[in-house]
């Protein structure tokens, strides 16, 4: 009994992500990036960040809190690939051409918050592109070939719409898995959900015994999109959402976002703390989908997993058991030869 009610303290008590050869975890005002250099040493750095949901109960009632948590994650994703890319010597300054020279003159320290910021708005655009506008045009093409059952409402249209969105998301996820880089993330990816089904399990934390943990897990973004994917077309076949006038179905729509993610933030929450029927069928999709974008890790990326888990819980794991870690990891130090003698090959 005891031990039930321990994993049940557990479930949903911290959550991560797969960064740059690591992993981050973070649980409650606290997260911790731990990745391994190229020496094969563990390098881990803590950080405090506090949520404004827990600044201001507005920004945490139901359904806004579940938009908030989606801009919130963005941010704090961009800020940890950061840290990740410096702390395995990644140089992110070194200017290597008359353009970033130029760029370095003129904007400085602030030069990859500007890179970042022009590569996420195009993520954005390139987003709505594929996902938002795309399905749409294509299920108005198959229309006017076919000539789909549902008039100016179109419940199969949107049906359609959706499947197209849906094939479009796992086409992506499956090109961009054929990288080697993108590959070992999705190798720390499962060392991530491993690492906590080992704790939530209750077991010790151990590469050995996350090993035996499955890599899929219902609070993974990965089942967040579908859950989003499924929902929008259950709200974008309502009767106000027309499909006679395409723009005015865009502008609909595009203000009926936020509230999709914030249903499908409700559900995910709720999935990742509950285990019955309804949560099975609809997180089954997005753990399908895991089997993509996660890994099966080798026991180096489990005790960086690890690592990070213990070092973002403080309360729970001494430092003295994330310090013993990290100080196996670093390389051996040769004692130097002696005058007159050979060093062993």
Not at 101 to 126: H, P, R, S, Y
Not at 144 to 155: D, I
Not at 245 to 255: D, E, F, V
Request: charge should be neutral; proline fraction near 5%.
């Amino acid at each position: 009994m005891a031990k039930d009610c321990n994993r049940s303290c557990r479930l949903g008590k911290v959550g991560g992500e797969a960064v740059l050869e690591g992993v981050m975890m973070r649980c409650g005002d606290r997260y911790s990036i731990a990745s391994r250099k190229e020496d094969g040493s563990i390098t881990v750095s803590n950080h405090s960040y506090t949520s404004i949901r827990k600044r201001n109960k507005f920004f945490n009632l139901p359904i806004i809190r579940g938009v908030v948590a989606l801009v919130e994650s963005f941010k704090l994703s961009f800020k940890v690939l950061t840290i990740s890319a410096e702390a395995i010597g990644v140089d992110l300054d070194e200017p290597e051409t008359k353009f970033e020279k130029w760029m370095q003159e003129k904007f400085g320290d602030k030069l990859f918050n500007i890179i970042m910021g022009v590569a996420g708005f195009l993520g954005v655009l390139l987003a709505v592109g594929l996902f938002f506008m795309l399905p749409t045009l294509a299920t108005k093409g198959i229309d006017a070939l076919l000539g789909l059952v549902g008039g100016t409402l179109g419940v199969f249209k949107t049906l359609c719409e959706g499947v197209i969105r849906i094939g479009i998301f796992v086409c992506y996820i499956l090109l961009v898995s054929l990288m080697p880089d993108i590959r070992r993330t999705f190798e720390y990816h499962g060392a991530e959900h491993k690492s906590i089904a080992c704790y939530e399990s209750g077991e010790e934390l151990t590469p050995e015994n996350a090993k035996k943990y499955t890599r899929l897990h219902p609070r993974c973004g990965t089942s967040f999109i579908f859950v989003m994917l499924i929902l929008s077309v259950l709200v974008f076949s309502l009767p106000f959402v027309p499909w006679d006038n395409i723009w005015l179905r865009y502008a609909i729509k595009l203000p009926l976002m936020p509230i999709i993610c914030g249903l499908g933030f409700e559900f995910i929450a709720y999935a990742g703390k509950h285990d019955n029927l309804l949560t099975r069928i609809l997180s089954a999709p997005g753990l399908w989908m895991q089997r993509v974008t996660t890994r099966e890790p080798d026991e180096k990326q489990l005790e960086i997993a690890i690592v990070a888990l213990k070092s973002s819980m403080p309360d729970e794991f001494p430092q003295s058991e994330v310090d013993a870690i990290i100080e196996a990891s670093k390389p051996a130090v040769e004692a130097p030869a002696e005058d007159g003698e050979t060093p062993e090959a």
